[in-house]
């Protein structure tokens, strides 16, 4: 059918090839038998087997897990309970409206304006406890304010998905609150709520603009190491860090694809 | 046979408003134990609501429900014997069509083997033994309808409310659904309440009807009486074709465009508008000289397969005869209004 325009093929194929140059060229260059240098000299798991032994990265790694963890597991549990909440108690039509868009706000806005915000926020609040020294707690508190949205998106449309008919249903035939809640609406929810918690585990993976502003130095992540480790040059191990943390990403989006597939009907 | 009647669901003076908008204006209702009763309109009239107040799905803003003698009208629906067949189904997605049916029992902490007896004869009554591991999306829309009334009957409500259950079905197989509930209800002799805009299946289903319009009940009665003798003209164009002629009362008989006919119940009116059902006019070709017969000409004949409809002149007046009439438009026809099926209407609020 397109026969006629490969034009508009070429331009998709150009248009990925693109996109994917980067990623391509740096698991390319971890694997390359050269320190510097852009020239192919054979093929090697070295920079790999390196990179297992250099504890500081190890290090981050475990802080980068840790964090996403620990960050995801509360994001998840206050972006479900906000999703709830918003979608089952009966606010005013404007209010609700506008908690919708304060809940799609966060989204939107740039990670540089939220990261000088959580700057000023817990140097304020360091006045009152000096837990708000940058450090691990604040990485965390971090990563859960840009996380809550997203779960909360991903859960509320499920949960729209759902319809309020099954809730009366259940009402219908006796169920008590908890009952409900845990025998119909967390089933139904869970294949949203799991793909909420995916994609807030991969952005806290990821993230490097709010972990530099809110890091200390007990707790940097891979995204700031690699950072601060390419500022002093790139090294083949670098490219054997990045090219692992993007498979687990690619992983993860797939996985949290499939979830939020799965028993859709 | 005790001669008193067991008492079944009253609905008092329910008021229930949306913002502005008042979708029910002071309901009365009485529905009887072990009847099948339905609630008739058009969209938008309040019967949905209404159903909804009595599943206790809705608060009314004023007004009582009792239901045995007893005021439920603040009485969550959770607490209510009371089970509903929605227009969706609601099944739920995640539990296949054992557990479904189970809910309402396992919710109360009936005993599994008696969980399992009355789910397999809840399901083998309705036709369902065999899908008992099924998942409701594997369903056909004949079977998950059943599945929902047998997940609502297998708790053995004082009533069942059924909200427009047919609409998701296809033309044909409503028609057969519509003859197995009435089969069914008749059988085990629940009080079933049925929400509906379509006559036809409100006539076949039910032994009362309540008509609706604007968030009040017009008229309540057996579908035949409703039929025959509407009470106003809402009521007489709802439930089927009707005439309505206009009308002035002149002695003992009212007079008409077509001619003066006797009526077997006197209008409250001098002047107003009169209802027959076309198939109620009698078509004969020898005027006997009865005081109700009149002539006319055929303005336009059309055939229907089962019947024939002529639109007579002076019209607009429409008659429903056998299919097996040749007639022809400018064909000259004498007609016999019977005085019963000529019914004065009340007139318009």
Request: with cysteine; net charge neutral.
């Given at each position: 059918?397109?026969?006629?325009?490969?034009?508009?093929?070429?331009?998709?194929?150009?248009?990925?090839?693109?996109?994917?140059?980067?990623?391509?060229?740096?698991?390319?260059?971890?694997?390359?038998?050269?320190?510097?240098?852009?020239?192919?000299?054979?093929?090697?798991?070295?920079?790999?087997?390196?990179?297992?032994?250099?504890?500081?990265?190890?290090?981050?790694?475990?802080?980068?897990?840790?964090?996403?963890?620990?960050?995801?597991?509360?994001?998840?549990?206050?972006?479900?309970?906000?999703?709830?909440?918003?979608?089952?108690?009966?606010?005013?039509?404007?209010?609700?409206?506008?908690?919708?868009?304060?809940?799609?706000?966060?989204?939107?806005?740039?990670?540089?304006?939220?990261?000088?915000?959580?700057?000023?926020?817990?140097?304020?609040?360091?006045?009152?406890?000096?837990?708000?020294?940058?450090?691990?707690?604040?990485?965390?508190?971090?990563?859960?304010?840009?996380?809550?949205?997203?779960?909360?998106?991903?859960?509320?449309?499920?949960?729209?998905?759902?319809?309020?008919?099954?809730?009366?249903?259940?009402?219908?035939?006796?169920?008590?609150?908890?009952?409900?809640?845990?025998?119909?609406?967390?089933?139904?929810?869970?294949?949203?709520?799991?793909?909420?918690?995916?994609?807030?585990?991969?952005?806290?993976?990821?993230?490097?603009?709010?972990?530099?502003?809110?890091?200390?130095?007990?707790?940097?992540?891979?995204?700031?190491?690699?950072?601060?480790?390419?500022?002093?040059?790139?090294?083949?191990?670098?490219?054997?860090?990045?090219?692992?943390?993007?498979?687990?990403?690619?992983?993860?989006?797939?996985?949290?694809?499939?979830?939020?597939?799965?028993?859709?009907? | 046979?005790?001669?008193?009647?067991?008492?079944?669901?009253?609905?008092?003076?329910?008021?229930?408003?949306?913002?502005?908008?008042?979708?029910?204006?002071?309901?009365?209702?009485?529905?009887?134990?072990?009847?099948?009763?339905?609630?008739?309109g058009p969209s938008g009239c309040g019967k949905t609501t209404?159903?909804?107040i009595i599943a206790g799905l809705e608060l009314p803003d004023s007004g009582h429900v009792f239901l045995g003698?007893?005021?439920?009208?603040?009485?969550?629906?959770?607490?209510?014997?009371?089970?509903?067949?929605?227009?969706?189904?609601?099944?739920?997605?995640?539990?296949?069509?054992?557990?479904?049916?189970?809910?309402?029992?396992?919710?109360?902490?009936?005993?599994?083997?008696?969980?399992?007896?009355?789910?397999?004869?809840?399901?083998?009554?309705?036709?369902?033994?065999?899908?008992?591991?099924?998942?409701?999306?594997?369903?056909?829309?004949?079977?998950?309808?059943?599945?929902?009334?047998?997940?609502?009957?297998?708790?053995?409500?004082?009533?069942?409310?059924?909200?427009?259950?047919?609409?998701?079905?296809?033309?044909?197989?409503?028609?057969?659904?519509?003859?197995?509930?009435?089969?069914?209800?008749?059988?085990?002799?629940?009080?079933?309440?049925?929400?509906?805009?379509?006559?036809?299946?409100?006539?076949?289903?039910?032994?009362?009807?309540?008509?609706?319009?604007?968030?009040?009940?017009?008229?309540?009665?057996?579908?035949?009486?409703?039929?025959?003798?509407?009470?106003?003209?809402?009521?007489?164009?709802?439930?089927?074709?009707?005439?309505?002629?206009?009308?002035?009362?002149?002695?003992?008989?009212?007079?008409?465009?077509?001619?003066?006919?006797?009526?077997?119940?006197?209008?409250?009116?001098?002047?107003?508008?009169?209802?027959?059902?076309?198939?109620?006019?009698?078509?004969?070709?020898?005027?006997?000289?009865?005081?109700?017969?009149?002539?006319?000409?055929?303005?336009?004949?059309?055939?229907?397969?089962?019947?024939?409809?002529?639109?007579?002149?002076?019209?607009?007046?429409?008659?429903?005869?056998?299919?097996?009439?040749?007639?022809?438009?400018?064909?000259?026809?004498?007609?016999?209004?019977?005085?019963?099926?000529?019914?004065?209407?009340?007139?318009?609020?």
């Amino acid at each position: 059918m397109n026969k006629k325009r490969p034009i508009v093929a070429v331009v998709a194929i150009a248009s990925l090839i693109f996109l994917y140059i980067p990623s391509v060229a740096v698991a390319v260059f971890s694997v390359n038998n050269a320190k510097y240098g852009l020239t192919w000299k054979g093929f090697t798991w070295k920079w790999y087997e390196m990179l297992f032994q250099n504890e500081i990265i190890l290090e981050a790694a475990l802080n980068s897990l840790f964090v996403a963890l620990v960050s995801t597991a509360v994001a998840t549990l206050l972006g479900t309970a906000l999703a709830l909440g918003l979608d089952r108690f009966p606010w005013p039509r404007r209010l609700g409206k506008v908690m919708d868009l304060l809940v799609h706000l966060p989204v939107v806005t740039p990670d540089i304006i939220l990261a000088a915000a959580l700057v000023v926020t817990f140097s304020v609040l360091r006045n009152i406890s000096s837990s708000f020294d940058m450090g691990m707690l604040t990485l965390v508190l971090g990563h859960i304010t840009f996380q809550i949205s997203f779960v909360t998106l991903v859960v509320r449309s499920r949960l729209a998905s759902l319809g309020r008919d099954i809730d009366e249903a259940a009402r219908d035939l006796y169920a008590s609150g908890t009952y409900l809640f845990f025998r119909v609406t967390l089933p139904l929810l869970m294949p949203g709520i799991l793909a909420g918690a995916m994609l807030a585990f991969t952005l806290s993976l990821d993230d490097f603009i709010i972990s530099f502003f809110t890091h200390g130095p007990d707790s940097v992540t891979l995204p700031i190491y690699i950072y601060s480790s390419v500022r002093r040059g790139i090294s083949p191990e670098i490219h054997a860090l990045s090219t692992l943390v993007m498979l687990a990403t690619v992983i993860l989006v797939i996985v949290a694809e499939r979830v939020s597939r799965f028993r859709k009907e | 046979m005790t001669g008193q009647i067991e008492l079944g669901l009253l609905v008092a003076q329910v008021q229930k408003s949306f913002g502005s908008h008042k979708a029910l204006k002071g309901v009365d209702l009485e529905v009887r134990k072990g009847e099948f009763f339905t609630l008739l309109g058009p969209s938008g009239c309040g019967k949905t609501t209404l159903l909804r107040i009595i599943a206790g799905l809705e608060l009314p803003d004023s007004g009582h429900v009792f239901l045995g003698g007893k005021d439920i009208t603040r009485l969550p629906a959770a607490k209510r014997q009371v089970n509903t067949v929605f227009q969706s189904y609601a099944l739920f997605p995640h539990l296949n069509i054992f557990e479904n049916v189970a809910f309402g029992l396992k919710a109360r902490q009936v005993s599994l083997p008696e969980v399992r007896k009355r789910v397999a004869e809840k399901l083998e009554m309705l036709g369902l033994d065999g899908l008992e591991k099924r998942y409701p999306h594997q369903l056909s829309g004949g079977q998950k309808q059943r599945v929902a009334l047998a997940r609502a009957l297998v708790n053995e409500p004082d009533i069942l409310l059924l909200d427009e259950p047919m609409s998701a079905l296809d033309a044909h197989l409503r028609a057969q659904v519509q003859e197995d509930l009435r089969r069914l209800q008749r059988t085990i002799g629940q009080t079933f309440i049925l929400v509906t805009h379509d006559q036809d299946e409100a006539m076949v289903v039910s032994d009362r009807l309540a008509v609706m319009k604007d968030g009040l009940v017009e008229q309540v009665g057996a579908p035949r009486d409703v039929y025959s003798k509407p009470r106003n003209k809402f009521v007489a164009e709802f439930l089927g074709a009707a005439n309505i002629i206009q009308a002035r009362r002149d002695g003992g008989r009212v007079v008409t465009d077509f001619g003066s006919f006797d009526l077997s119940s006197a209008p409250q009116w001098d002047e107003g508008t009169l209802a027959i059902r076309p198939e109620h006019i009698q078509l004969s070709d020898a005027p006997n000289g009865d005081p109700n017969w009149v002539q006319a000409k055929v303005r336009e004949a059309i055939y229907r397969g089962q019947s024939l409809d002529l639109w007579l002149d002076p019209g607009p007046v429409r008659v429903r005869t056998h299919a097996k009439g040749r007639l022809a438009p400018g064909d000259q026809v004498s007609l016999f209004f019977p005085p019963e099926d000529l019914v004065a209407l009340d007139k318009a609020e």
